[in-house]
């Protein structure tokens, strides 16, 4: 326990912490900027997307911001988990703990509870942040603010939330893994972002091999419609919410084996 | 069989990395409530005796006794005893001097609040201890790597360059602080390069070279038996020299250095430095310098067959030139005064 509180105080002032949840929370306070600032053009132009005005219009924000957060947040997580278990050898400090006798398992499995736990309350921040930004964007574009109360809305996004935290957590966890066995934040971020990107193009040409992969699982597991992938992959066969959880389960777990696995042999050098 | 006497044992300890040989047959004997300087020159094994004794690496071969009890790979608890600071200081540059602290308090032994301060006073950082790691300097890091190695208490401490880069009333802090330890019992093992700096610290001292020890016993003892007479001959007459100086001495007491053209050290007491000149005079080759001493260094160079020295294209030679900075001392000529000089 002491070891996951640490691991927590170590990542709450950390800027990659900052800066990814910044960063997600600050782009979408300015889409909805940008939202409102247009708002002229976009209801009245010829050939503009009316649902633009979704992004500010409850109910229906609701689900505009889990799948804005999750589609990014995705990316991020997977550098951000990367960026955690690379700076344990880059900066020799798993080296440290692992000499004062502490379990090399234990040690990165606490640390990427801690992360978990971040990405959750990040998660939470971000939608927060993004609710607030909608609902002012609203009250200045003149559309009611009824919709937040929506029952069924509201009573929908406990659901919504701890999936897209389950697959948040997944993508982090291959970020995770993948920095662990390179030792290295760069390689982990590297690998992290060519398999996002490389499934999607994957995709096109292997859509039945494709929908087991990390992040069209995590799209899946929440709904399909978050575009975790960042093209969402609609051609591929269709998965059920809770089949898809379960494969995204999977990886986690398998992630976090890989990494301690790796940890616990691995000959710490350098 | 274990010697409860020690703090630390190796008995025919092995390493390799791929087809290079790191530890070949390392026996260390690390008695207990002693300063044990571990010296070597570079790429001698030093480090990785380091990591296999803190459980970083394993060894392929061998055996280890910390603390009167053997270490292996299931072993970790027995680190909860030890304290150690292997190469470089490990921090997150984020955090302060006393959140680092903290964070490795968290891991193995557990580590009662207050002995934070009570280390940060020990080495002097106590009024920086707020400072975010990434503004200390080199010897600040330095320092609080040794608070970190010391805040389990531990009966062992092992630590890997520990003077680097502290000031001088740093190192002098830091020896007393080693002298101290040991004086309470503790055992505290320190590979150094600063070889001036080991004589003065240290009780016992293990030289290795190539994975191997190639002595170890007292400092006391090694300096009084062990002196070393560095002869200079003709280039030319080495060899004859060198057969010459093994039929008064030992086969493995006379070392040509292969740095240094004509220059021999002979493993003798210097009391019997004219004897040695004596019988290279009989064989009419006359010597054009001569050298006695018994510091650490002279028995060093001698042991280790190193001697660092610089062309004159200015590079160093005799020394592993991708093994990183050299520690002055190494660099420097023979450190006593001779006793005797020629020419």
């Known amino acids: 326990m002491r070891l996951f509180v640490s691991a927590l105080r170590k990542l709450a002032p950390r800027m990659a912490t900052l800066l990814t949840f910044g960063l997600l929370a600050g782009m979408l306070v300015l889409i909805d900027v940008a939202v409102v600032a247009t708002r002229g053009a976009v209801e009245g132009g010829p050939g503009r997307p009316g649902n633009v005005l979704a992004l500010i219009t409850f109910p229906g924000a609701y689900d505009q911001i889990l799948s804005f957060i999750l589609g990014l947040g995705g990316l991020f997580a997977v550098i951000y988990g990367a960026a955690i278990a690379g700076s344990e050898w880059t900066w020799g400090t798993l080296k440290t703990a692992v000499a004062r006798g502490e379990s090399r398992s234990r040690y990165l499995l606490a640390t990427f509870a801690a992360i978990a736990v971040v990405l959750a309350v990040g998660f939470l921040f971000t939608a927060l942040v993004g609710v607030i930004a909608a609902a002012l964007g609203a009250s200045v574009a003149g559309i009611g603010l009824s919709g937040m109360g929506d029952r069924a809305a509201l009573e929908a996004l406990p659901e919504h939330f701890l999936r897209g935290w389950v697959a948040i957590t997944e993508t982090a966890a291959l970020g995770f893994a993948v920095a662990t066995l390179a030792r290295s934040q760069l390689a982990g971020i590297g690998v992290g972002i060519a398999v996002y990107f490389g499934e999607t193009f994957a995709g096109l040409f292997l859509p039945d091999v494709v929908k087991y992969m990390p992040f069209h699982l995590a799209t899946a597991a929440v709904g399909g419609s978050t575009g975790f992938a960042p093209v969402p992959s609609s051609s591929g066969p269709v998965m059920s919410t809770d089949t898809a959880l379960v494969l995204v389960a999977v990886w986690l777990l398998a992630s976090l084996a890989v990494a301690s696995g790796f940890g616990e042999r691995a000959e710490i050098t350098g | ?343």
């Open chain 2, 1 to 343: 069989m274990i010697d409860p006497s020690l703090a630390l044992a190796t008995r025919g300890l092995r390493k390799s990395y791929g087809s290079r040989l790191a530890l070949d047959g390392l026996d260390l004997s690390v008695p207990s409530g002693v300063v044990y300087g571990f010296l070597g020159p570079n790429g001698a094994g030093k480090t990785t005796t380091m990591r296999v004794l803190t459980g970083l690496i394993h060894a392929d071969g061998g055996a280890v006794e910390l603390l009167g009890r053997p270490f292996t790979r299931r072993d970790r608890h027995r680190l909860f005893d030890v304290g150690a600071l292997v190469e470089s200081p490990a921090f997150y540059p984020y955090l302060s001097g006393r959140d680092n602290l903290r964070a490795l308090a968290a891991s193995g032994a557990p580590t009662p609040g207050r002995r934070i301060d009570e280390v940060l006073e020990i080495v002097g950082l106590r009024e920086r201890a707020s400072d975010a790691v990434s503004r200390y300097s080199l010897g600040m890091k330095q320092r609080l790597g040794i608070a970190g190695a010391l805040l389990n208490d531990p009966a062992l401490l092992l630590l890997d360059e520990p003077s680097n880069g502290l000031d001088p009333a740093g190192i002098v802090a830091i020896r007393e602080t080693f002298r101290h330890l040991a004086s309470i019992g503790k055992t505290v093992f320190v590979s150094s390069h600063l070889l001036a700096e080991v004589q003065q610290m240290a009780d016992v001292v293990g030289i290795i070279a190539a994975g191997r020890l190639v002595r170890e016993g007292s400092m006391e003892d090694l300096l009084a038996s062990e002196g070393v007479v560095r002869v200079r001959v003709q280039p030319g007459e080495v060899a004859t020299a060198s057969a010459l100086l093994v039929r008064l001495t030992a086969p493995d007491r006379v070392t040509p250095s292969p740095t240094e053209p004509g220059w021999i050290s002979v493993q003798v007491a210097p009391s019997r430095t004219a004897e040695v000149n004596r019988s290279l005079a009989e064989a009419g080759i006359y010597a054009s310098g001569l050298t006695s001493g018994n510091d650490l260094e002279e028995l060093f160079l001698a042991l280790t067959g190193t001697m660092g020295s610089a062309d004159p294209d200015g590079t160093f030679t005799g020394i592993d030139p991708s093994a990183g900075p050299l520690a002055p001392t190494e660099l420097a000529p023979t450190g006593l005064a001779p006793t005797e000089v020629l020419s």
